[in-house]
């Protein structure tokens, strides 16, 4: 069993910050990349930012120099630092991480719970 736990999410005033974690536990042999993806009510799930186990990063264009992603490699853990929030970010926040499990040869998508953030005066 994998699993991915969030927190971090809550009610933020415009112009103000957050940071999101996400945590991988269970069976796991490798986790390749991970990222963050957000659903606003009424609209599809979009991307956020991803991260590869080098370190690679994407931004969405929306958040571009307003967030930061990271990984800690020990920890399974990723990590969104999203600054000068708008409230057009008002989201449920996914984790999503692409892993390989002990004694197997495949790679799978895991996603998380959801977080929900909240930005409104």
């Known amino acids: 069993q994998v699993q991915l736990v969030e927190s971090g999410g809550g009610l933020v005033q415009p112009g103000g910050s957050l940071r999101l974690s996400c945590a991988a536990s269970?069976?796991?042999?490798?986790?390749?990349?991970m990222g963050w993806y957000r659903q606003a009510p009424g609209k599809e799930r979009e991307l956020v930012a991803t991260i590869t186990s080098g370190g690679s990063t994407n931004y969405a264009d929306s958040v571009k120099g307003r967030c930061t992603i990271s990984r800690d490699n020990a920890k399974n853990t990723v990590y969104l630092q999203v600054n000068s929030l708008k409230p057009e970010d008002t989201a449920v926040y996914y984790c999503n991480a692409k892993i390989r499990r002990m004694y197997s040869a495949s790679v799978y998508d895991y996603w998380g719970q959801g977080t929900q953030v909240t930005v409104s005066s």
């Open positions: 269970g069976s796991i042999f490798s986790i390749n990349a």
